[in-house]
């Protein structure tokens, strides 16, 4: 199912207190969850193309992965030395790629 549908758009909103909030404004004015659990500020926080994942990527070196439509935590992703600066998903939503301040890229396969 896609985050976009007869539900409205989804969003998701950091900030350097460490949480997102994923948000429906087509229904509501109040965050449909708060997504907790990195130790630093948020950096980039991106919904893989399906629509199924949202990945945040932080200053305390880990990638957090949510489901799309409720914001529920399924796993962190480790791996890096330095903070995760960006992420970005692979058309088939299958790869996550990783940006970090340690001059390294990781390919996430999350099949």
Not at 45 to 59: E, K, L, M, Q
Request: glycine letters at 8%.
């Amino acid at each position: 199912k896609d985050a976009v549908g007869t539900q409205g758009e989804l969003l998701v909103t950091v900030s350097d207190d460490h949480t997102a909030y994923l948000w429906n404004p087509i229904l509501s004015t109040k965050p449909v969850n708060r997504l907790v659990g990195h130790q630093q500020p948020i950096n980039f926080v991106a919904f893989s193309p399906n629509g199924r994942y949202i990945a945040t990527a932080s200053f305390d070196k880990s990638i957090r992965l949510w489901e799309g439509r409720t914001g529920k935590f399924i796993a962190t992703l480790r791996g890096h030395v330095g903070a995760i600066y960006q992420v970005c998903w692979s058309a088939d939503s299958r790869l996550l790629v990783s940006a970090s301040k340690d001059s390294t890229m990781k390919v996430w396969d999350l099949r």
